[in-house]
């Protein structure tokens, strides 16, 4: 385990051919003193290329350096939400260095290097809301810090995590973690852990909640535990094998989002019952007023996330399935679920048409393959409506949660920190058998 606090390279752009940055402050390029100003980036031959505002060429390599000098920020124009329904493009202020460099594909990234702590401000910040409950904000930093480290130790031991295990032409079984990265420690988007720069860092508590927890961690079996988290369970959480690995992790079970314990889904009886009713859950809530203090602006435009529902014309499902995944499978038959974890999330579907017959998995490529950008969640039922010839007209999805649902539930939690709960008895909650331990100072 560490015994000191590590440098965090972030990932603000990936495989970006040209971009723009503002240096509000004094950086250095090699032992110069670079001014504030915009800054233009291109990749050309192979290099990358930094240039200012009147055309004038400062760098010129593959890989250049920008050292921030003390209180200095940059400002730029970042994609998040890449993929996801809430996807765009805003404007973000960060702290640290930049480094750019440039890609096999002669594109380059850009990657923010910074202090974890500081890194951490801006996590919790992103993730949810700086106004959330100072408990939850004290969870949230723990439970983030302990993943990046735990995977970073992970990658350092060379354990890359598989991202694809295509078994045959009709099995596709395909998963996607953060060990794979090059260059670079995490990404700043919703693939990795959001990380949106100073500019989300809007209260007192954050501050509060960094100092409180820093060096704090989640053990299990003298290891940092790899602690997932996510938006919303829907009442019950998942296995780590029904994202990822076939793995099992002790502090990472499937536990009841409530004081009252509910029985696992085991079957897709339990699945249609649980999913098309509202079990209390701490994150079954409704309150307006607390999910605008606990999720940022952007997440405040999915407010059905405990329970859902996606309808699509059988002509529109085929559509989009041929569009995700290049397969045609002629007229759409089926949707079958053949393996759920205990949150009823489906790590294994079947999808039958008259052309094709696939096995897909894990829990984010189904969410994938049936949306335009991604369903909230792999756990649903499915139902089909027939014209009264017989022929299929419509699927209907009902489903419940946001997330993969594996380890802390962000609005669960932000609920139980609303309610008293301290962020020990909230990361106790969710990641069962695992200890907090303080590794530097």
């Known amino acids: 385990m560490i015994d000191r606090e590590p440098e965090i390279k972030v990932a603000l752009l990936q495989n970006y051919r040209e971009s ?112 959330a409950p100072l408990e939850f904000l004290k969870a949230q930093a723990i439970t983030a810090r302990s993943w990046l480290v735990a995977m970073l130790t992970r990658k350092k031991g060379n354990a890359r995590d598989l991202p694809i295990d295509q078994t045959d032409n009709n099995e596709i079984i395909r998963w996607h973690d953060t060990n794979d990265h090059s260059f670079f420690d995490v990404c700043a988007d919703d693939h990795c852990q959001r990380y949106q720069g100073i500019t989300q860092i809007t209260s007192p508590a954050v501050k509060t909640a960094i100092q409180a927890t820093r060096g704090l961690y989640l053990v299990a079996n003298n290891k940092i535990c790899d602690a997932r988290y996510y938006k919303a369970c829907g009442g019950r959480t998942e296995i780590f094998a029904s994202a990822w690995e076939d793995k099992s992790f002790p502090y990472l079970q499937s536990v009841t989002d409530h004081l009252s314990q509910y029985a696992a889904i085991s079957s897709e009886d339990d699945a249609g019952i649980w999913l098309r009713s509202k079990p209390a859950a701490y994150c079954n809530t409704e309150d307006k007023a607390l999910l605008g203090e606990i999720l940022p602006s952007f997440d405040q435009e999915t407010m059905n996330f405990y329970r859902w529902q996606v309808s699509y014309t059988r002509e529109e499902l085929e559509e989009i399935l041929q569009k995700k995944t290049g397969i045609d499978f002629g007229v759409l038959q089926n949707l079958v679920a053949l393996k759920r974890g205990p949150s009823g999330r489906i790590s294994k579907l079947k999808i039958e048409g008259t052309k094709r017959t696939v096995i897909v998995g894990k829990e984010l490529e189904i969410r994938s393959w049936l949306s335009r950008s991604h369903l909230l969640s792999s756990a649903f039922v499915v139902s089909i409506e027939q014209a009264k010839d017989g022929k299929i007209q419509r699927f209907i999805l009902d489903g419940g949660g946001w997330g993969h649902g594996v380890g802390l539930c962000q609005i669960g939690a932000a609920v139980m920190a609303a309610k008293g709960f301290r962020a020990e008895d909230i990361l106790t909650h969710y990641f069962s058998g695992a200890t907090l331990l303080k590794l530097y100072e």
């Open 20 to 131: 723009a940055i503002t240096l509000n402050g004094n950086f250095y390029l090699s032992a110069k003193q670079t001014a504030a100003e915009l800054l233009n980036i291109r990749s050309l031959a192979g290099k990358v290329s930094l240039s200012n505002a009147s055309g004038k060429e400062l760098a010129s390599r593959k890989k250049i350096r920008l050292a921030a000098g003390k209180n200095s920020t940059f400002t730029m124009d970042v994609k998040i939400g890449i993929g996801f329904h809430w996807q765009r493009i805003v404007r973000q202020t960060f702290k640290g260095n930049i480094i750019l460099r440039t890609c096999p594909d002669f594109s380059f990234h850009l990657i923010n290097e910074i202090p974890l702590e500081d890194y951490l401000a801006s996590v919790i910040s992103s993730e949810m809301s700086a106004q």
